[in-house]
């Protein structure tokens, strides 16, 4: 059932043939981690990780610098054994209709030993496969390659395309936006890098083959970080214009506040 408030921004923009509808999936100011607010924690090795999590400032501090060979990280979705647990809030992600992923991020320490691996990353894997993950390193954001709709034969998880030179260490709000075949990073209305969407499912790790997930943390043995999470949504549907996304982004947050003091 939709919220609400989803309700009320799908008759808001009826006018303009869009139908758009926002879930929070989680908010640092509550003062909870990721795992409180619906998102599943794993780790590489399964136990015994040095990598470690907690609430702090306003975030969920993920801290897999201990051990580099370690890696932990966020999921919206989990697979096993037959058995599917999903985050209560996250959506359908149809990149044919669009969707926004938006979160704030501080990536204050990261170290790799590879070019093509880093210490954070961010994944979103759509209801078709369509994919991008996004390197985070300290200057400097960039995808990661594989099989895309124009160059099947493309190496499979190599540095693609790059955002140039940007910090990444202090906390930032990002737009994934992805549409049809293709995505585009934002932050404060500037594109910091845009392509294909990749097709990662023919990777053994099950995360690539599981639909309509979101992974949020390090996922190498190849590289490590300090990363704060501070706020993380998705918005489906059409994106208005950047003045009216604003204001929707405005009225949702307000939304889930109303819905949380209301106890639903």
Partial sequence: MKSLFCGMVVAWTASLGQSVCAAVLYDGSLGTTLSQQGWFYLTDPLSGADAQYSAAGGATRLDS???????AGFF?????????????AMPVLDPQAGYTLQFSVAAPTERHVSTHRAGFSVLVVGEDYGSIEL?????????Q????????????????ERSGAFDTTTLTSYELR???DGYSLW????????????????????????????????????ASTVADVHYVAVTTGVVPEPSAWLL???????????????GG
Avoid: K
């Avoid at 390197?135 to 995808?143: D, K, M, S, V």
């Avoid at 209305?189 to 499912?201: A, F, I, K, N």
């Fill in 65 to 71: 610098t201990t051990t580099m060979d370690d890696s």
């Fill in 76 to 88: 919206t979705r989990l697979e096993y054994l037959g058995i599917v647990l999903v985050h209560p």
């Fill in 135 to 143: 390197g985070f390193w300290t200057n400097e954001i960039w995808a």
């Fill in 145 to 160: 390659s594989g099989p895309n709709p124009l160059d099947p034969d493309e190496a499979l998880f190599t540095r693609a």
């Fill in 178 to 180: 992805v549409l049809g």
């Fill in 187 to 222: 932050s404060d209305s500037t594109e910091l890098l845009s392509g294909l969407l990749r097709d990662y499912s023919s990777h053994s790790h099950p995360v690539y083959s599981m639909p309509n997930t979101i992974f949020v943390g390090d996922d190498t043995g190849s």
């Fill in 248 to 262: 929707l982004i405005g009225i949702g947050v307000v939304g889930c506040l109303a819905r949380r003091r209301r």
